[in-house]
């Protein structure tokens, strides 16, 4: 008999374990800002990611654990004991140690973000001249440092050894929040390293790219029976181009701990890109990385839906030839799941007082990963009823949600030609120095009038969301307030874009001519200030409201302010303001 239970007991562990490695990861993060104070969210605990039907949870504090250990088996000089270096070291291992506790007492894996290189200042003052280039940038193609890298590896699972696994990042680089760690990409980015060759655009880093996956899935997949998530985040090379994929990982056996984590765009989290052509190549499994909170399109202070465009397809995508969405890859045996960012990316603000728009994201994106069978229409409408709303509320709140793609895309990007969807980012407007090239070609090929009025139709848009914001009288009363509270902000900004957009194409257009349009600009620019005092009042009366824009460049070079008061929408309004002051 007891044989008999015994045997029993092992087909039903197989049972389970063969369940578990078909269901699909669902993991989010919040993605902190680097060199500010963590962010506030309930998407911090693991107790909220469960109850939303997350399996996993990746920390991103850019303290990561690699940054908690003392690599003390190479060598007990880089962080001695009664050091400050070790009192920090500590200090964060102990606050990591907590979150694994707590993540996994809420019965979700524990994953955590790591940027590849970080090491320590005085670990890499030692061993300089064994793994340093002549410009002093640590060089990953080194013996030593790849050694390094091992004893890097196994000392974070000996000072974590309930950790799950770990996310990998080569693309960027994040110090801000490491005191005693200095570090750079593994892979070379000066121009002299890049160039074309008849297949595909490369940075040479295919070879280092091989390397390290191979050194991660042997230190951890393979010995310690870990996960490893790669990203292969980068600009315009493994990560967008299928060739360059391919490269890298056709000649990386599969491992079932070895994942790629690849963005569903073709680029960063922009409208009017591609699907993102490397999701379903080659042979390892693929986790679809989405934005939430997306820094490009408000940050949440004003109405954002996503999820639709992600699952089913941004209207800009719908004539391209499949897959253009999630439903479309779902299918897929190389899908392995997602990962939301719920809150995060980017650099300051706007800053939020309200999750909302983040939280119909994630929770629509949780929901369809779990049940892939349901419709997008079917979660958010459970989503609305769940929040309250009732009756006809619930397909205005999906009609509002839906018209928010609409507007965002017709008011900062654009669907009649493509333009530097960079222009505007984070908190920060910019003006003729992003857009001159894009200006040059509307003028030139005679689209002046026709980008305007793409512009005030997303104005028009965003009335109608306002409108339906004011009619919706069911539903959480702080819910039913942020709704129109971030609609109101929505409109107001959008508008803002709409006269920063006539005054610099018209403004151009005198540029080239000679003859300048002095009656619509100033007509422009009046509307323009006026909606800017209107704006910067109703961020400071409205309590749940968030913070406000900046007419100027974003300049990643300029931190804390990370602008340019030399560039943006304003200095660019300014100038054609001084010029048709001297044409009356």
Not at 124 to 131: F, K, Q
Not at 198 to 209: A, F, N, Q, R
Request: glycine share 6%; charged share 25%.
């Amino acid at each position: 008999m007891k044989r008999v239970l015994f045997l029993l007991y092992g087909l039903s562990c197989l049972f389970w374990h063969s369940l578990s490695a078909q269901l699909p990861i669902v993991m989010d993060m919040v993605h902190h800002n680097p060199g500010e104070a963590f962010t506030e969210s309930k998407f911090n605990d693991p107790n909220t990611l469960a109850q939303y039907g997350f399996n996993a949870q990746v920390v991103n504090e850019f303290q990561s654990v690699h940054t908690a250990i003392t690599y003390d088996s190479l060598n007990e000089c880089i962080c001695p004991v009664g050091s400050k270096e070790r009192l920090w070291v500590d200090s964060i291992a102990n606050r990591i140690q907590l979150r694994i506790e707590a993540i996994h007492k809420a019965g979700l894996e524990a994953y955590y973000f790591t940027d590849i290189i970080v090491l320590p200042k005085r670990l890499v003052e030692i061993y300089r001249e064994e793994i340093c280039d002549a410009s002093g940038r640590v060089d990953f193609t080194r013996e030593k440092t790849q050694e390094i890298h091992r004893i890097m590896l196994r000392e974070i699972f000996k000072r974590f050894p309930t950790l799950d696994g770990l996310v990998i990042r080569v693309g960027e680089t994040y110090l801000q929040n490491t005191p005693y760690h200095t570090g750079n990409g593994p892979i070379p980015r000066d121009e002299k390293s890049w160039e074309h060759n008849s297949l595909y655009k490369t940075d040479g880093g295919e070879e280092i790219h091989r390397c390290l996956i191979n050194l991660l899935r042997e230190e951890v997949c393979i010995r310690l029976n870990k996960k490893v998530f790669y990203r292969t985040w980068d600009f315009g090379y493994f990560h967008v181009n299928p060739q360059y994929y391919l490269s890298v990982t056709e000649s990386i056996e599969p491992h079932p701990n070895l994942y790629m984590c690849i963005k569903h765009v073709q680029g960063d989290y922009h409208r009017t890109f591609k699907f993102n052509p490397t999701l379903g190549i080659g042979r390892h499994k693929q986790v679809v990385e989405v934005e939430c909170q997306r820094e490009y399109e408000g940050k949440g202070a004003y109405p954002n839906y996503i999820a639709d465009g992600v699952l089913n397809g941004f209207e800009e995508l719908k004539s391209d030839s499949h897959p253009y969405c999630l439903n479309h890859f779902k299918q897929n045996p190389l899908f392995a799941g997602i990962w939301t960012w719920s809150r995060g990316g980017g650099w300051r603000g706007p800053y939020i007082k309200n999750e909302l728009w983040c939280d119909v994201n994630v929770a629509v994106l949780a929901e369809w990963a779990n049940n892939m069978s349901l419709t997008e229409k079917e979660i958010i409408d459970k989503y609305a009823t769940n929040n309250g709303f009732e009756g006809a509320d619930v397909e205005r709140f999906h009609q509002l949600a839906l018209l928010s793609a609409d507007a965002i895309v017709r008011g900062r990007a654009s669907l009649i030609m493509p333009v530097n969807v960079w222009w505007t980012r984070d908190q920060f407007i910019g003006g003729l120095k992003e857009l001159k090239k894009n200006l040059e070609m509307i003028v030139t090929s005679g689209l002046t009038d026709k980008m305007i009025a793409e512009k005030q139709e997303s104005t028009n848009l965003w009335k109608k969301i306002v409108l339906l914001a004011n009619q919706i009288q069911t539903g959480h009363p702080e819910m039913r307030h942020y709704l129109r509270t971030s609609a109101e902000y929505g409109l107001l900004l959008y508008s803002i874009y709409e006269q920063g957009w006539i005054i610099m194409l018209k403004g151009y257009e005198g540029d080239k001519s000679g003859i300048y349009d002095v009656g619509t600009i100033e007509k422009a620019i009046a509307q323009y200030d006026l909606l800017w005092e209107k704006y910067n009042s109703f961020v400071k009366t409205h309590a749940d409201c968030a913070t406000a824009y900046e007419p100027y460049s974003f300049d990643f070079n300029n931190p804390p302010q990370y602008h340019n008061l030399q560039e943006g929408l304003k200095p660019s309004v300014d100038r054609y303001r001084n010029i048709v002051k001297t044409k009356k």
